[in-house]
């Protein structure tokens, strides 16, 4: 079978979410429990999220409603007054959005005209005559390790760490250099590759995140974003090689990138330990003790039905065929490439559209046979383009702090945890520094421990996974702000994006 040409996935919903900051630093909130909006939140949470509804976009401006998480929407009443509800008219909710040079947005209320604004922690619509008050930052609210697409040249950002560039080259995002975290800090983006380097203002990589390695973001809806130095430079894919670097005359379009969340890619073993593969265009077998491009799988999972569709590199997927064989030439929407998952201590046992097991034939061919799943079904997995995980829980993202003893999961700004293989499905969480987690006897968790400590980890979606910690609980985050291990179901806590 001839390869297929990659095909980005579109942009999920949750992928193109902001958040909204004041003049004041303060954040676009709804209130919980009654229709209030104000700005007076200093960081990104739930409550500060926003989905940007967009019905007619042009170059510099659009119309959009804003929507929260709770499902109600902005809302500008007659009196000047903004709320959180249902809109009663068509036009209601509706504000005409503006791109500024500045990388600000503002939002005038369609019927009225009048510009939405805050005094720092109160949420209004009362001036027609636009003043800095009524400037708004956006700032993309999906998780932070992310990928950067180019639409133009169809390929993907690359960090080199042999010479210290980046470069916008790599046709599939299957490696761990594809991945980026965007670090936010003082209205600034800082872009840190896998080996926790900076990209600097002068197209280097460095060690240290510094005035050299801060951007401003240009948002635009669908996930668009550019990077601007902030002295007339724009990051953008330059000559025949397509470095990322600053210059000021990028190709119409070139400085525009998809902002998306960094897809998870997974090897699978079977009992005999050899890889699974796709060999000869589409076969699949595991007879390889080798990991190579084409023994890596995008993990792509419905987060409710937890069925699972495993995209190879060539761009296919794998499908349920006559005869019980298992062929990598599916297409997305084919109900043949869908399989359930289940979990056994970190192994997957996949089951296909048939009832059927997968399982490895004499010959190492992948073949839907068995009726009841045993250990030659079971499948060890492992990240294949992730050294480390950022997780970001209901409350924020989890990590430590000077001011507390325990890991948190409620922190703005989180803690790369370096994932350390044991055994598959099996981890050692490292903390910075080259210290271990280590757990107490109350289920908390500190990140200065001596020893090796086994952490199950266990996928739930495409970006979502559960982690079994060492005492025999879920890991879970607590309204408190405390990471805990206390859970033996899989609650909405235990769920972590990542």
């Known amino acids: 079978m001839d390869e297929v040409e990659w095909m980005p996935r579109h942009p999920k919903p949750e992928d193109l979410r902001i958040g909204l900051i004041s003049w004041a630093g303060t954040y676009l909130t709804f209130e919980a429990y009654r229709n209030a909006v104000r700005a007076n939140a200093k960081s990104l949470g739930r409550r500060q999220i926003w989905d940007l509804l967009v019905s007619n976009e042009q170059e510099t401006q659009a119309v959009v409603r804003l929507k929260s998480l709770k499902g109600l929407y902005l809302l500008c009443e007659a009196d000047g007054s903004v709320c959180h509800g249902h809109p009663r008219t068509s036009h209601h909710g509706c504000f005409l959005l503006r791109f500024h040079r500045n990388g600000k947005w503002t939002l005038q209320c369609i019927i009225s005209g009048r510009y939405l604004e805050s005094d720092g922690e109160d949420v209004f619509c009362n001036s027609r005559v636009l003043s800095a008050y009524h400037m708004w930052t956006p700032r993309p609210a999906l998780h932070v ?51 926790h380097h900076f990209l600097s203002h002068v197209d280097r990589l460095v060690s240290q995140l510094s005035p050299q390695t801060a951007f401003h973001m240009q948002v635009r809806p669908r996930g668009l974003v550019a990077l601007c130095d902030g002295e007339g430079g724009t990051l953008y894919p330059q000559g025949s090689h397509l470095l990322l670097g600053v210059g000021s005359s990028p190709v119409r379009g070139a400085e525009w990138f998809v902002l998306q969340h960094f897809p998870t890619w997974v090897s699978l073993r079977s009992k005999a330990r050899k890889f699974l593969s796709v060999i000869y265009g589409a076969e ?63 192994k997957i046992i996949l ?31 492992r990240f294949a383009n992730r050294p480390f995980l950022i997780l970001r829980g209901r409350y924020g993202y989890v990590g430590s702090t ?20 044991c055994r598959q499905g099996i981890y050692h969480f490292q903390a910075k520094g080259g210290s271990f987690w280590s757990i107490t006897s109350f289920g908390t968790f500190r990140p200065w421990g001596k020893f090796a400590l086994n952490f199950c980890v266990e996928l739930q979606g495409s970006n979502l996974l559960t982690v079994l910690a060492p005492n025999g609980f879920y890991m879970r985050a607590d309204r408190s702000g405390t990471l805990l291990a206390d859970s033996e179901d899989i ?8």
Not at 152 to 169: F, K, L
Not at 402 to 421: A, G, W, Y
């Open 284 to 346: 699949v077998c595991a007879t390889s003790e080798r990991l190579t491009s084409m023994s890596l799988f995008q993990f792509e999972c419905d987060n409710e039905s937890l069925t699972l569709q495993l995209r190879s590199s060539n761009g296919c997927y794998l499908a349920q065929r006559p005869h019980k064989s298992v062929i990598a030439d599916g297409h997305p929407m084919e109900s043949d490439t869908f399989f359930r998952m289940h979990w056994n201590c970190g």
């Open 402 to 421: 000077s001011e507390r003893d325990f890991i948190q999961c409620n922190m703005d700004q989180p803690d790369c945890i370096q994932l350390l293989p």
């Open 491 to 498: 609650t909405r806590e235990c769920i972590w994006e990542f």
């Open 145 to 195: 390790h992310v990928t950067l697409y180019s639409p133009i040249y169809h390929t993907y950002a690359r960090a080199d760490h042999s010479v210290g560039r980046i470069w916008m080259d790599a046709a599939v995002p299957c490696i761990e250099e594809c991945g980026f975290l965007l670090h936010f800090q003082d209205g600034c983006y800082h872009l840190e590759t896998s080996t």
């Open 351 to 381: 089951q296909s559209s048939n009832g059927r097991f997968l399982s490895i034939a004499p010959n190492g061919l992948l073949i839907a046979n068995a009726t009841i799943p045993g250990p030659d079904e079971e499948l060890a997995i």
